[in-house]
T-cell receptor, first 113, second 111 residues
């Protein structure tokens, strides 16, 4: 089955620093998603990517759809304490016959004020 | 707007007991999913459904059963709970034009 490898597993940074995380897949996708999970809550969609090479921003967050269609990257600029949480990537083939939605293992982000 | 609602939010079971977790969505989504979240393991897919009356196995289906009798509801059953099923369970729903929305989770402890 498809596997998503997300790295790093955890990050400890100082407030104001930039953060990068990435996700690679054994399968080709036409949709990449990035979610954030706050403590005690369910994951919430941050950014959706639908085209290889696409670069999309949401405030201080920027995500990219890799040109090989097997990877994606998420960057957070000028981190703040409320960025703390678990970030998950997910990928799937929109319009295909495989309806599974598989997630990476997540990146736990801690921001020190 | 309720979105995806999971009940109960917390539950403690004794080994061998059975229970059903309910997921209800009010967005008329076709696809629904059940995941479990364990430390360091991320979100692992248990079962999913692509429409009313259909179900399919995910990555970790053993020990669980599901039913989708109504489009808006997706039930996850544990027939004989085991301590290894202690976890946080999340339900999600989506359709062809909308990405997945998640519920708030159910924290289950099996003692």
């Amino acid at each position: 089955g498809q596997q998503l490898n997300q790295s790093p597993q955890s990050m400890f940074i100082q407030e104001g620093e930039d953060v990068s995380m990435n996700c690679t897949s054994s399968s080709i996708f036409n949709t990449w998603l990035w979610y954030k999970q706050d403590p005690g809550e369910g994951p919430v969609l941050l950014i959706a990517l639908y085209k290889a090479g696409e670069l999309t921003s949401n405030g201080r967050l920027t995500a990219q759809f890799g040109i090989t269609r097997k990877d994606s990257f998420l960057n957070i600029s000028a981190s703040i304490p409320s960025d703390v949480g678990i970030y998950f990537c997910a990928g799937y083939e929109r319009g295909g016959s495989n309806y599974k939605l598989t997630f990476g293992k997540g990146t736990l982000l801690t921001v020190n004020p | 707007n309720a979105g995806v609602t999971q009940t109960p939010k917390f539950r403690v079971l004794k080994t061998g007991q059975s229970m059903t977790l309910l997921c209800a969505q009010d967005m008329n989504h076709e696809y629904m999913y059940w995941y479990r979240q364990d430390p360091g393991m991320g979100l692992r897919l248990i079962h999913y459904s692509v429409g009313e009356g259909t179900t399919a196995k995910g990555e970790v289906p053993d020990g669980y059963n599901v039913s989708r009798l109504k489009k808006q509801n997706f039930l996850l059953g544990l027939e004989s709970a085991a301590p290894s099923q202690t976890s946080v369970y999340f339900c999600a729903s989506r359709d062809q034009n909308t990405e997945a929305f998640f519920g708030q989770g159910t924290r289950l402890t099996v003692v």
